[in-house]
């Protein structure tokens, strides 16, 4: 069974810094993409950052480049996503999701697998 766990939310100050934490089981681990999405109320999911374990490239949003990167540990089966100069905006719920194909994450938005959330709360 395919599981993500994701850990690390909680409540910051504007420019303030977090990182989550997201522990993948059931997959391979380095056949997988693995991304970041967020959903802040009343919008749209955003896929904000992926990457690829084979070759290590990472792909991110505008609105988080240069002040979130996306990262792996491949001994513990866990891709980070380690948030800096965090702003008001960036408050939403953060998901961590996988597929076998990055395109699915990167282009489509529709992984298959996808973890419980977690909330990220950046106060002004």
């Known amino acids: 069974e395919v599981q993500l766990v994701e850990s690390g939310g909680g409540s910051v100050q504007s420019g303030g810094s977090l990182t989550l934490s997201c522990v993948a089981s059931g997959f391979t681990f380095s056949n997988y993409g693995l991304g970041w999405f967020r959903q802040a109320p009343g919008k749209e999911r955003e896929g904000i950052a992926a990457?690829?374990?084979?070759?290590?490239?990472?792909y991110y949003a505008d609105s988080v480049k240069g002040r979130f990167t996306i990262s792996l540990d491949t001994a513990k089966n866990t891709v980070y996503l380690h948030m800096n100069q965090l702003k008001p905006e960036d408050t939403a719920v953060y998901y961590c999701a996988a597929d076998p194909t990055l395109a699915k994450i990167w282009l489509d938005n529709s992984p298959r697998y996808w973890g419980q959330g977690t909330q990220v709360t950046v106060s002004s």
């Open positions: 990457i690829w374990p084979r070759d290590g490239d990472s």
